[in-house]
């Protein structure tokens, strides 16, 4: 079965430094791989994915993430952050070839402060 | 194109009723997944529709049922609401050709309290 486990529950960032949060999933395969972003109340919008190709995704919003297969983790990434990215973010994976059952990590909450 | 759309956004309801959510999916997509996201359990699969065929299903009781029409819109129900049903109500629909196929859009939710 796949899994998806996201290790920070919680960070905080200052508005323009660096931020990566962590995603480590368990499939057989090469999986279908993506980021998601939740505001308060609202549904999951997508911000990038992998399905083959290069490691290295570049998504919405200046995001962008790396996938490592040695290390089964798709990392998320982001230069400089701004307030507005303040949100939570999810990880998931779905299965090869069909990605509409998707099992997501329990989301990271993204703090900025100014 | 416009988004996934889900009626009702907010709903109340008392232990024992039943509830239906709607989903109309982006135009052009033909399957649709629902999912459930509460504070204990995070985000779960309920299921998938496909040509107006359950595709994929998770592991919830068989009060959660659901079903697609021809213009795959989608409608989910749950009987028998229990005070554990309060939760996020998330639909997605993906494409199934082209090069965005197996890539899921969710509609903002609806939210149901059980009372």
Known sequence: ?114 | KAGVTQTPRYLIKTRGQQVTLSCSPISGHRSVSWYQQTPGQGLQFLFEYFSETQRNKGNFPGRFSGRQFSNSRSEMNVSTLELGDSALYLCASSPTSGGAVGTQYFGPGTRLLVL
């Open chain 1, 1 to 114: 079965a796949q899994s998806v486990t996201q290790p920070d529950i919680h960070i905080t960032v200052s508005e323009g430094a660096s931020l990566e949060l962590r995603c480590n999933y368990s499939y057989g395969a090469t999986p279908y791989l993506f980021w998601y972003v939740q505001s308060p109340g609202q549904g999951l919008q997508l911000l990038l994915k992998y399905f083959s190709g290069d490691t290295l995704v570049q998504g919405i919003k200046g995001f962008e993430a790396e996938f490592k297969r040695s290390q089964s983790s798709f990392n998320l990434r982001k230069p400089s952050v701004h307030w507005s990215d303040a949100a939570e973010y999810f990880c998931a994976v779905g299965a090869t070839g069909t990605a509409s059952k998707l099992t997501f990590g329990t989301g990271t909450r993204l703090q900025v402060t100014l």
